[in-house]
């Protein structure tokens, strides 16, 4: 739960430093080298140099840059130890406690003199308390210092109260008392205390689930690597492999780093990147990614990116942040939780002051009773955990998916988006355009169109620009210089000191009607018309044709059926944007329209009151990427696109698209069914435990009761997130 407390540990803590990255990181090129190693799961504010307990909540910190090691569950392995012995210790103190009432023992708890069975369960109930419930006592001490109350506060209040209450019995009650057993509470510290270590040990148990994604994912990077140096091969680690390095990769291996293929063929399985289990051939001159696993082939490669600059790195640095951002969801939880425990104290306290003068005989252990149930029932680690756990998991199953969220915020942005609004190039298309045909008006011929095209485009990074290149062939090309080019129209350049243009064909500016009719045929087959000038006069048309992705028309019907509108926003002409958008399904069409108009349609989709989400993939669709109330970038376009984005599709699929929708829409529903329980279980255990059904129905809630209670609330909302596992691609859709 929030403090002012909060504000002032942050600052503390200091602005971390940042250095930069490259690769393929959405909304961000900077990732955080904190000084700080360890921050807590809800609270990520609280930073420490080393492993603890968050001031706050009181949960154990974790580290801020996850490794394979970073699972060490030690943590884990203290409590079951501290459970066990503590079971083991309480179990004696519960039968001489409760025995009368156990058929079988009366006898037995009834031939042991009162006063020797409070002693008894003293010397049991001890180490209990302050050996098996040490970690409690340390945070709700911690809890105090910094003004946090948070559950450890309440565990302790009410295993205190238990404790030194029967203590104090002991002590002042006479040599020849009857024990005073009725005022007697060590089994309820001692079982309480146990049964709180169980809930800890099946929340760390279920908590650890949560980031099986990214333990997943840095399973994925293999240790050594083999480094060729003069004619020799040496096993090295990873982490001694600098850029510019030639490594071997033997059949069956994974890919130590991202790298250029220099020498060989193989089938890479990169299904960890793209999702698909089908290889894909690779060979000299082929991008290589870190982590994905090597076919039959052997192959040479060179290193280009290493350590925190690889994909798989920066992946796992992403995902890791965002698992620990907040939704803005989380602000009703905060709110309340700030003023939970104080009022819970209250309700304690007026509890036994009311049972105390207005109760039955004998009036002191009902009081009491009532008001240590409240303290333990009154658990608000339920509503911490409600949204952190879920956002955990669903950031983490995006990661297996192959989407991956700037922030938690775009979770919930996500579910509430009525727009879809498409890129064309590279987006519902492969954006790896190829010329389907050429057409030369005279005096030119199509191979000196295409040698002059080429030599313009060789300077330009547009897909349509590789495209004419390749056309090229491998036929030498001219010198271009002077190369200019304007986002939107074309590019030019002055080649052989004639002043080439190739851009788009306006018909206003050229009506010739042949030029005109074999461009709008083009353009009705969903081909994009490229016109080449020759000193500002036309000497001939490319027929550019990239075909659409074998999954647009499925994704987009999988939009209509999440009852989502659909529009496609191009550069395009109308009658080459028409054509594709009747294709997939898509009916409403903006075309040719530049940079700043996209963002100006953007604006007025989201003025006319639509929540809209933006897929784009270039440099073009930057502005309205970032504009939009969700950007959506491929992860085949450009570093710009990515970075003006809240959501990266990795391979670019937009089958995952719809995987990215109904992932948002699962996990806030996931956290409002959490936030309901934690809220409906507060609401309903709080009076119960004060006693309200008592005048009714006679009924009490025991205070071993209730901390089973309290801990398994804990447990069932992790359980109830870890649900989010368990969502797969569109084919396995969940209900809208």
Same mark, same amino acid.
């Given at each position: 739960?929030?403090?002012?407390?909060?504000?002032?540990?942050?600052?503390?803590?200091?602005?971390?430093?940042?250095?930069?990255?490259?690769?393929?990181?959405?909304?961000?090129?900077?990732?955080?080298?904190?000084?700080?190693?360890?921050?807590?799961?809800?609270?990520?504010?609280?930073?420490?140099?080393?492993?603890?307990?968050?001031?706050?909540?009181?949960?154990?910190?974790?580290?801020?840059?996850?490794?394979?090691?970073?699972?060490?569950?030690?943590?884990?392995?203290?409590?079951?130890?501290?459970?066990?012995?503590?079971?083991?210790?309480?179990?004696?103190?519960?039968?001489?406690?409760?025995?009368?009432?156990?058929?079988?023992?009366?006898?037995?708890?009834?031939?042991?003199?009162?006063?020797?069975?409070?002693?008894?369960?003293?010397?049991?109930?001890?180490?209990?308390?302050?050996?098996?419930?040490?970690?409690?006592?340390?945070?709700?001490?911690?809890?105090?210092?910094?003004?946090?109350?948070?559950?450890?506060?309440?565990?302790?209040?009410?295993?205190?109260?238990?404790?030194?209450?029967?203590?104090?019995?002991?002590?002042?009650?006479?040599?020849?008392?009857?024990?005073?057993?009725?005022?007697?509470?060590?089994?309820?510290?001692?079982?309480?205390?146990?049964?709180?270590?169980?809930?800890?040990?099946?929340?760390?148990?279920?908590?650890?689930?949560?980031?099986?994604?990214?333990?997943?994912?840095?399973?994925?990077?293999?240790?050594?690597?083999?480094?060729?140096?003069?004619?020799?091969?040496?096993?090295?680690?990873?982490?001694?492999?600098?850029?510019?390095?030639?490594?071997?990769?033997?059949?069956?291996?994974?890919?130590?780093?991202?790298?250029?293929?220099?020498?060989?063929?193989?089938?890479?399985?990169?299904?960890?990147?793209?999702?698909?289990?089908?290889?894909?051939?690779?060979?000299?001159?082929?991008?290589?990614?870190?982590?994905?696993?090597?076919?039959?082939?052997?192959?040479?490669?060179?290193?280009?990116?290493?350590?925190?600059?690889?994909?798989?790195?920066?992946?796992?640095?992403?995902?890791?942040?965002?698992?620990?951002?907040?939704?803005?969801?989380?602000?009703?939880?905060?709110?309340?939780?700030?003023?939970?425990?104080?009022?819970?104290?209250?309700?304690?306290?007026?509890?036994?002051?009311?049972?105390?003068?207005?109760?039955?005989?004998?009036?002191?252990?009902?009081?009491?009773?009532?008001?240590?149930?409240?303290?333990?029932?009154?658990?608000?680690?339920?509503?911490?955990?409600?949204?952190?756990?879920?956002?955990?998991?669903?950031?983490?199953?995006?990661?297996?998916?192959?989407?991956?969220?700037?922030?938690?915020?775009?979770?919930?942005?996500?579910?509430?988006?009525?727009?879809?609004?498409?890129?064309?190039?590279?987006?519902?298309?492969?954006?790896?355009?190829?010329?389907?045909?050429?057409?030369?008006?005279?005096?030119?011929?199509?191979? +000196?169109?295409?040698?002059?095209?080429?030599?313009?485009? %060789? @300077?330009? $990074? =547009? /897909?349509?620009?590789? *495209?004419?290149?390749? !056309?090229?062939?491998?036929?030498?090309?001219?010198?271009?210089?002077?190369?200019?080019?304007?986002?939107?129209?074309?590019?030019?350049?002055?080649? +052989?000191?004639?002043?080439?243009?190739?851009?788009?064909? %306006? @018909?206003? $500016? =050229? /009506?010739?009607?042949? *030029?005109?009719?074999? !461009?709008?045929?083009?353009?009705?087959?969903?081909?994009?018309?490229?016109?080449?000038?020759?000193?500002?006069?036309?000497?001939?048309?490319?027929?550019?044709?990239?075909?659409?992705?074998?999954?647009?028309?499925?994704?987009?019907?999988?939009?209509?059926?999440?009852?989502?509108?659909?529009?496609?926003?191009?550069?395009?002409?109308?009658?080459?944007?028409?054509?594709?958008?009747?294709?997939?399904?898509?009916?409403?069409?903006?075309?040719?329209?530049?940079?700043?108009?996209?963002?100006?349609?953007?604006?007025?989709?989201?003025?006319?009151?639509?929540?809209?989400?933006?897929?784009?993939?270039?440099?073009?669709?930057?502005?309205?990427?970032?504009?939009?109330?969700?950007?959506?970038?491929?992860?085949?376009?450009?570093?710009?696109?990515?970075?003006?984005?809240?959501?990266?599709?990795?391979?670019?699929?937009?089958?995952?698209?719809?995987?990215?929708?109904?992932?948002?829409?699962?996990?806030?529903?996931?956290?409002?069914?959490?936030?309901?329980?934690?809220?409906?279980?507060?609401?309903?255990?709080?009076?119960?435990?004060?006693?309200?059904?008592?005048?009714?129905?006679?009924?009490?809630?025991?205070?071993?009761?209730?901390?089973?209670?309290?801990?398994?609330?804990?447990?069932?909302?992790?359980?109830?997130?870890?649900?989010?596992?368990?969502?797969?691609?569109?084919?396995?859709?969940?209900?809208?």
């Amino acid at each position: 739960m929030h403090t002012e407390h909060q504000s002032t540990n942050a600052a503390e803590s200091g602005e971390p430093a940042t250095v930069p990255l490259a690769g393929v990181v959405p909304g961000q090129n900077r990732t955080p080298e904190l000084s700080a190693n360890y921050t807590c799961p809800m609270h990520p504010q609280i930073l420490s140099e080393k492993p603890g307990a968050c001031p706050i909540c009181g949960m154990a910190l974790e580290p801020v840059a996850p490794t394979v090691a970073t699972d060490d569950q030690s943590e884990l392995k203290d409590f079951t130890r501290r459970f066990w012995i503590g079971a083991l210790l309480t179990l004696p103190v519960l039968l001489l406690a409760m025995g009368d009432s156990i058929p079988g023992l009366k006898q037995v708890v009834a031939a042991i003199e009162p006063r020797t069975s409070l002693w008894i369960q003293f010397a049991l109930s001890t180490p209990v308390f302050f050996w098996a419930g040490r970690p409690f006592l340390e945070r709700a001490w911690s809890s105090v210092v910094h003004r946090s109350p948070n559950m450890f506060t309440l565990i302790s209040l009410g295993t205190g109260a238990a404790y030194f209450f029967s203590v104090l019995q002991l002590l002042v009650s006479g040599a020849h008392s009857e024990g005073h057993s009725m005022n007697a509470y060590f089994e309820a510290a001692a079982v309480i205390t146990v049964l709180a270590l169980l809930g800890q040990v099946l929340e760390l148990r279920a908590r650890a689930k949560t980031s099986s994604a990214i333990q997943g994912l840095l399973a994925l990077a293999p240790k050594t690597a083999h480094r060729v140096k003069e004619d020799r091969e040496e096993e090295v680690p990873v982490a001694a492999i600098q850029v510019g390095d030639i490594l071997r990769v033997r059949p069956g291996e994974r890919v130590p780093v991202d790298g250029i293929l220099l020498e060989g063929r193989s089938e890479l399985n990169e299904s960890m990147v793209t999702g698909e289990p089908m290889p894909i051939t690779k060979k000299p001159g082929d991008p290589l990614t870190g982590g994905t696993v090597n076919g039959s082939g052997s192959f040479l490669l060179r290193a280009e990116r290493v350590g925190t600059q690889t994909l798989l790195a920066q992946i796992v640095s992403l995902v890791a942040k965002a698992q620990r951002s907040q939704a803005p969801v989380q602000r009703i939880a905060d709110q309340v939780a700030a003023w939970f425990v104080p009022i819970v104290l209250l309700i304690s306290l007026v509890t036994f002051v009311t049972w105390l003068i207005f109760g039955p005989d004998p009036r002191l252990p009902f009081a009491f009773n009532s008001a240590v149930a409240v303290l333990i029932i009154a658990c608000p680690c339920a509503l911490g955990l409600a949204t952190p756990m879920a956002v955990m998991v669903g950031v983490g199953r995006g990661a297996q998916l192959g989407i991956l969220f700037r922030d938690a915020a775009v979770l919930e942005k996500l579910e509430k988006i009525d727009t879809v609004v498409f890129d064309k190039t590279g987006t519902l298309t492969e954006g790896k355009p190829a010329v389907a045909e050429t057409v030369a008006f005279n005096p030119f011929q199509r191979s +000196e169109l295409l040698r002059l095209g080429a030599a313009v485009e %060789s @300077q330009s $990074e =547009h /897909p349509i620009g590789r *495209a004419i290149v390749q !056309a090229a062939g491998n036929q030498p090309l001219p010198k271009a210089t002077g190369f200019q080019a304007t986002i939107g129209s074309g590019v030019e350049a002055e080649v +052989e000191n004639h002043l080439i243009f190739v851009g788009k064909l %306006s @018909q206003e $500016e =050229h /009506p010739r009607t042949v *030029a005109r009719q074999i !461009a709008d045929r083009w353009r009705k087959e969903g081909k994009t018309a490229v016109m080449l000038q020759v000193d500002k006069q036309l000497a001939g048309l490319i027929a550019i044709a990239d075909p659409l992705k074998s999954n647009s028309a499925t994704a987009v019907k999988e939009l209509h059926a999440l009852n989502l509108k659909t529009v496609m926003l191009t550069g395009d002409n109308h009658l080459t944007a028409r054509h594709l958008a009747e294709e997939v399904g898509i009916g409403e069409v903006i075309a040719e329209v530049s940079p700043e108009q996209k963002q100006a349609e953007i604006v007025k989709l989201q003025g006319a009151g639509g929540k809209v989400a933006m897929a784009g993939d270039g440099i073009n669709d930057a502005p309205a990427l970032a504009t939009a109330y969700v950007g959506i970038a491929m992860g085949t376009g450009t570093e710009v696109a990515m970075e003006s984005a809240g959501v990266t599709l990795v391979k670019g699929d937009l089958g995952v698209l719809v995987s990215a929708i109904l992932l948002g829409r699962a996990t806030m529903r996931n956290i409002r069914q959490n936030l309901l329980f934690a809220f409906v279980y507060n609401i309903l255990g709080v009076p119960i435990a004060a006693g309200v059904l008592y005048p009714v129905f006679g009924l009490l809630l025991n205070p071993m009761l209730a901390s089973l209670a309290m801990s398994l609330s804990s447990v069932s909302v992790i359980a109830n997130a870890l649900r989010l596992r368990a969502i797969h691609s569109i084919s396995r859709r969940l209900p809208a």
